[in-house]
């Protein structure tokens, strides 16, 4: 069964860095483009940044551009959020999430996901930022 | 950026009514719409993709349906495990990717 489970949150103080880890496990993990969501406390959902399959492009919100870095290791089963100057708005719930099949394809005998939607969470890590 | 505004934001109904929660998109999404429950303390689950089709061990009392910019989410009878937050999500200026504020669904 799939499973994603982050770690590495905490409270860190305003300008510091954290970095989050999601292990992946149950699926081909290196088929899938891999996303982080956020959830400040009592409040809505929102996307941060998603890594493609193979790792060659990544994308961010606005909120975070320039100070976080998405990245994955496929050889570990490991995705990554490393958030550089986090500021006390960064204090939230952060998920991993895995990225629907949607329009996969196949190319070379592997096959790759391509979907807009988020089919499977893992339990999220808190990051608190506070002096 | 298209944005996603979903209502009611609280809707109070009793176990065994039927639940319309709607999600309307600033332009057209085509039927690139997913839906997800979110109860307290856990992780959001999908619910619905592509506007109408359910995800894999979703109940047949959960259903979605609309394009372009009007969407519904209705559930046809309430259990009381169902009494949550739902959220819609799209994806916006691709490949970023926008939610809905949420509809909580409170027993009545």
């Known amino acids: 069964q799939v499973q994603l489970v982050e770690s590495g949150g905490g409270v860190v103080q305003p300008g510091r860095s954290l970095r989050l880890s999601c292990a992946a496990s149950?699926?081909?993990?290196?088929?899938?483009?891999m996303h982080w969501v956020r959830q400040a406390p009592g409040k809505g959902l929102e996307w941060v940044a998603v890594?493609?399959?193979?790792?060659?492009?990544?994308y961010y919100a606005d909120s975070v551009k320039g100070r976080f870095t998405i990245s994955r290791d496929n050889s570990k089963n490991t995705l990554y959020l490393q958030m550089n100057s986090l500021r006390a708005e960064d204090t939230a719930v952060y998920y991993c999430?895995?990225?629907?099949w949607g329009t996969g394809y196949c190319s070379g005998g592997s096959c790759y996901s391509k979907g807009y939607y988020f089919d499977y969470w893992g339990q999220g890590t808190l990051v608190t930022v506070s002096s | 950026e298209i944005v996603l505004t979903q209502s009611p934001a609280t809707l109070s109904l009793s176990p065994g009514e039927r639940a319309t929660l709607s999600c309307r998109a600033s332009?057209?999404?085509?039927?690139?719409l997913a839906w997800y429950q979110q109860k307290p303390g856990q992780a959001p689950r999908l619910l619905i993709y592509?506007?109408?089709n359910r995800a894999t061990g979703i109940p047949a009392r959960f259903s979605g349906s609309g394009s372009g910019t009007d969407f519904t989410l209705t559930i046809s009878s309430l259990e009381p495990e169902d009494f949550a937050v739902y959220y819609c999500?799209?994806?916006?200026?691709?490949?970023?990717?926008?939610f809905g504020q949420g509809t909580k669904l409170e027993i009545k």
């Open positions: 999430a895995r990225e629907g």
């Open positions: 999500q799209q994806r916006s200026n691709w490949p970023r990717y926008t």
């Open positions: 149950g699926f081909t993990f290196s088929s899938y483009g």
């Open positions: 332009q057209s999404v085509s039927s690139y």
């Open positions: 890594i493609w399959y193979d790792g060659s492009n990544k």
């Open positions: 592509d506007a109408s």
